[in-house]
T-cell receptor, first 116, second 111 residues
Framework: GAVVSQHPSRVICKSGTSVKIECRSLDFQATTMFWYRQFPKQSLMLMATSNEGSKATYEQGVEKDKFLINHASLTLSTLTVTSAHPEDSSFYIC????????????FGEGSRLTVL | GIQVEQSPPDLILQEGANSTLRCNFSDSVNNLQWFHQNPWGQLINLFYIPSGTKQNGRLSATTVATERYSLLYISSSQTTDSGVYFCAAERLTGGGNKLTFGTGTQLKVEL
């Protein structure tokens, strides 16, 4: 299967700092990437859709100024959590679509963010 | 948007047993995927199956698109099959496509 790499896998930061998470599709080009958030023992909730070369589309209730998404190339999307607070602590997972508009999605390993 | 429901929410099996996990979705779909989330959080792709039947080793899946459900079969279960199984569905719309996840089935396989 296709490979999507996410980095860092774990990050601990102080309240008020910003954290950047990278998502790379290693063996295919992805015009569309997605960012999900998962709380303990819950399902994945879509935060935003990232399209290469254009602005991200955020789901209702997701603060675009808090969660900055950049999709600078066909293989890289980044999520920056700005001025992080303890309530932003969560598991963040990216995915990349391979192929056509409803093609298969492949997921990164996830990033566990802890804000102290 | 599309609604995705999974059942059962929890399942405990003895090693060697077979099981069926169900995924119901509220509308016609263009994409239906099954995943296994391992203890470290990684989502492993099991099947991309918007319709029809596929098999991969001890696992198989069937999607009956006209009746809006998909089934994941696990045969001769092993302890390594433990974890959470998610199905996720997507419908092509003019407002953008997105994969919506079900609530998952937590599977525990015991010796």
């Amino acid at each position: 299967g296709a490979v999507v790499s996410q980095h860092p896998s774990r990050v601990i930061c102080k309240s008020g700092t910003s954290v950047k998470i990278e998502c790379r599709s290693l063996d295919f080009q992805a015009t569309t990437m997605f960012w999900y958030r998962q709380f303990p023992k819950q399902s994945l909730m879509l935060m935003a859709t990232s399209n290469e070369g254009s602005k991200a589309t955020y789901e209702q209730g997701v603060e675009k100024d808090k969660f900055l998404i950049n999709h600078a190339s066909l293989t890289l999307s980044t999520l920056t959590v700005t001025s992080a607070h303890p309530e932003d602590s969560s598991f963040y997972i990216c995915s990349a679509r391979r192929g056509p508009i409803t093609g298969e999605l492949f997921f990164g390993e996830g990033s566990r963010l802890t804000v102290l | 948007g599309i609604q995705v429901e999974q059942s059962p929410p929890d399942l405990i099996l003895q090693e060697g047993a077979n099981s069926t996990l169900r995924c119901n979705f509220s509308d016609s779909v263009n994409n239906l995927q099954w995943f296994h989330q391992n203890p470290w959080g990684q989502l492993i792709n099991l099947f991309y199956i918007p319709s029809g039947t596929k098999q991969n080793g001890r696992l198989s899946a069937t999607t009956v698109a006209t009746e809006r459900y998909s089934l994941l079969y696990i045969s001769s279960s092993q302890t390594t099959d433990s974890g959470v199984y998610f199905c996720a569905a997507e419908r092509l719309t003019g407002g953008g496509n997105k994969l919506t996840f079900g609530t998952g089935t937590q599977l525990k396989v015991e010796l």
